[in-house]
């Protein structure tokens, strides 16, 4: 009876709190900025506001849409001003999204290259006026929003006070351990959590910049639930390439079944299924040197 009583106050309260994240992995995202200030002459201008998946478009307009493949659920948005200098101020957002994996999507969306690494949550990186890091499923963007910006010390303190109160212990996703090798740029690594490459047949996967004999390239990985779905988005692009009328030369009789051709968008393209995923390498200049490329791909994504 007593546990009966329990599940039905969580539910009054999932209720009740129908934009707060009382129900959603026990992290309440009313709680998740530091409050009143995240540094001591930094204090929260007014209070906490959350937006869910009906308000978001309110908060960002133009950029909203992009959330929700990533599986966003809720946001919760401060603004804090400098008590020394109250043309200085900075916004805090923190979205909790549906997974790791698309919590690192969002924050490879906007990461940039020339941006230096900070050492908050599982990767972070700054600019003068910026800085983002992810954490568990939480992508965390900060903002200057003032004619002053606040400064990189400012920024990193108010960082590690959010990434204190999100939940600890996970690392990177999982997925990206295939990418950990010499020839990839590591901060060009992105998951398009649909169409990637703007296929349909794709719908899901890590693509990232390589170089190969001097020459860049980039690594594509399609990962699928199962098999048969692999193998089905493997058949749909080449039937694709067929159809654009480019010459084609596959191997299907062998494990893994591979492909080579001309991608009308991509120039030339090698790529492979085995288990659940696709894989390959796209806008090569030649062949040379794909058959070790394969090779490593091969072992790094199925081990």
């Known amino acids: 009876m007593q546990k009966m009583c329990q599940m039905g106050l969580l539910i009054i309260l999932c209720l009740f709190y129908t934009s707060i994240s009382v129900c959603a992995g026990g992290t309440d995202m009313a709680k998740v ?3 009143p200030a995240c540094h001591p002459d930094w204090p929260m201008d007014g209070k906490i506001t959350l937006f869910d998946k009906d308000t978001l478009f309110d908060h960002i ?3 909203s849409e992009l959330y929700f493949p990533y599986g966003f659920e809720l946001l919760a948005f401060a603004r804090y001003v400098s008590k020394i200098n109250p043309q200085s101020a900075f916004d805090a ?5 549906g997974s790791l994996l698309d919590a690192f999507g969002m924050y490879a969306n906007y990461r940039r290259k020339d941006d230096a690494a900070v050492s908050v949550g599982v990767e972070g990186t700054a600019s003068a006026s910026q800085l983002l890091f992810y954490q568990d499923r939480y992508l965390v963007r900060l903002q200057a929003s003032g004619t002053a910006n606040p400064g990189p010390d400012i920024f990193l303190a108010c960082a590690r006070a959010i990434s204190e109160k999100l939940p600890q212990g996970k690392g990177r996703p999982k997925e990206l351990d295939a990418f950990n090798v010499p020839f990839i740029e590591q901060k060009s690594i992105r998951y398009i959590a649909q169409s990637l490459l703007g296929y ?3 719908q899901k996967g890590i ?4 170089t190969l004999n001097h020459e860049p390239i980039q690594i594509v990985m399609v990962f699928e639930t199962s098999v048969e779905k692999a193998r089905k988005a493997f058949d749909r692009y080449s039937e694709y390439l067929k159809t654009a009328g480019e010459n084609i030369r596959m191997t299907d009789k ?3 079944v591979s492909l080579k051709a001309h991608d009308p968008l991509y120039g030339n393209v090698v790529v492979e299924q085995k288990g659940a995923f696709v894989y390959g390498a796209i806008r090569l200049k030649d062949d040379s040197g794909t058959q070790q490329l394969m090779e490593t791909l091969r072992s790094m994504i199925l081990k």
């Not at 957002?93 to 999204?97: E, G, N, S, T």
């Not at 693509?207 to 390589?210: G, L």
């Open 33 to 35: 900025l530091p409050a």
């Open 61 to 63: 307009n133009g950029e």
């Open 93 to 97: 957002d923190v979205y909790q999204m």
């Open 200 to 202: 349909d047949f794709f």
């Open 207 to 210: 693509v990232a910049d390589a």
């Open 254 to 256: 062998q494990l893994p």
